[in-house]
């Protein structure tokens, strides 16, 4: 029996379980709304301190390397997101392909095209050269080099694509999930050990590491397991809270010292730190798990009413739109003779960055969200076609009410 019938049958008898009302229906795992916001808050927080940091500022090189996890702890959220969404609501591919690409796919090709644009508008040698803005546009959108970010909506797209292959492989394999994740999970220490420790191996990459599913394996699979067995995985969370926690310490630590380690064998501050590499696949699991753990603890306690409970949801919602253009942010903040440069001395400069990435990001987002272009510019719906379609949907519910009255 999987978790989703488990759970389903629990809710049948009126006991509400992680994933399901006392009703018997889905419910908002609001604990992946709070994982959703501290993964993309550390990702403004890696970009943030990369382009403000010192080169010798020790510090903020170790922390940098404690926030590296965000890639995988993403990608392990998409994994977990879509195979959670695609078992609570089957879709045929011809349905779930267009929707999923609709809402990411749009907005990689659009941001793609504003951070290839702004570039060339900026670069004396290329402005004019339409010729040179459609190459460097075509190589960015294949690549996902047109911005430092974007390889992660290319690595989306191709779980999305793999989704069936997923769905075969978690069902397949359902009596033996923990035989796959140690599968996967000593793969994934190998390709990272080859990518760190034997970059010959990899060479035929040419750098491309990261803008292939395949570097995520470990990640992609156990998010999807995880999903497969909702249920158990987030009453585990809740149960053993206090050890997940701990378990979170430990890794930090660990994490440090292995910083430490290479960096005193001669390697640079940002290869001690690099993401690739053995260390961050269990410091990333450990990091996913402690988030859930921390939004279950939040979902538990959540009044919906609350101005709390609004600025949470308010955050998740927005959360992809701030990913999508705080890039844009720090490049303005910090372009040419930046005066936020001259004016704040490090390391104060990477906070005071932080601060305001984080607020121009969010107005940036909210002003998009009002207009035609938030689909690729956000990927969300317009919020103002949002409202007039509600505001239909009312009328239509008065009219019909009034006339079931009247009849």
Do not use: N
Not at 235 to 257: E, K
Not at 276 to 302: K, M, N, Y
Not at 376 to 381: F, K, N, Q
Not at 395 to 401: D, G, S
């Amino acid at each position: 029996m999987t978790a989703t019938s488990t759970s389903s049958a629990s809710s049948a008898a009126g006991v509400q379980t992680p994933t399901r009302t006392a009703a018997g229906r889905p419910r908002h795992l609001y604990e992946v709304d709070v994982l959703r916001i501290l993964t993309f808050a550390c990702v403004l927080g890696v970009h943030t301190t990369s382009h403000t940091m010192a080169s010798d500022d020790l510090g903020l090189a170790g922390l940098l390397a404690l926030l590296h996890f965000t890639r995988l702890v993403f990608f392990t959220l998409t994994a977990f997101v879509l195979v959670y969404s695609y078992t609570i609501r089957p879709k045929p591919m011809s349905v779930f392909w267009p929707k999923r690409f609709l809402l990411v796919g749009v907005p990689y090709l659009a941001w793609s095209f504003v951070y290839v644009a702004s570039a060339w508008l900026l670069d004396p040698g290329q402005r004019g050269d339409v010729p040179a803005l459609v190459t460097t546009f075509a190589d960015g959108v294949v690549t996902g080099t047109a911005k430092y970010h974007l390889y992660f909506l290319l690595v989306t797209m191709q779980v999305y694509l793999l989704l069936p292959a997923v769905m075969w492989l978690v069902r397949t394999t359902r009596r033996h999930h923990v035989t796959v994740l140690v599968v996967a999970f000593v793969v994934q220490l190998g390709i990272f050990a080859c990518y760190k420790y034997f970059p010959a191996t990899d060479a035929w990459m040419q750098g491309y590491q990261k803008q292939f599913f395949f570097s995520y394996v470990f990640f992609i699979v156990s998010g999807a397991i995880a999903a497969d067995h909702a249920d158990a995985f987030l009453g585990f969370i809740r149960r053993r809270r206090r050890a997940v926690l701990w378990s979170f310490a430990a890794g930090a630590l660990l994490t440090l010292v292995v910083f430490v380690v290479q960096m005193a064998t001669g390697d640079s501050p940002y290869a001690a730190g690099t993401p690739l590499q053995p260390i961050e696949v269990v410091w990333s699991t450990v990091v996913f798990v402690a988030f859930l753990a921390i939004g279950a603890a939040w979902a538990d306690r959540r009044d919906p009413g609350s101005r709390l409970a609004r600025a949470v949801d308010y955050a998740s919602d927005r959360s992809f739109g701030i990913f999508l253009s705080h890039p844009l942010v720090i490049w303005l903040l910090l372009y040419g003779a930046s005066p936020l440069e001259a004016l704040v001395p490090k390391p104060w400069l990477t906070l005071v960055t932080y601060v305001l990435v984080v607020v121009l990001s969010v107005a940036i987002t909210e002003l998009f969200r009002w207009t035609p272009l938030s689909v690729p510019l956000t990927g969300r719906p317009s919020l103002s076609s949002r409202k007039a379609r509600a505001a239909r949907v009312a009328v239509r519910e008065r009219v019909a009410e009034r006339e079931r009255a009247a009849a």
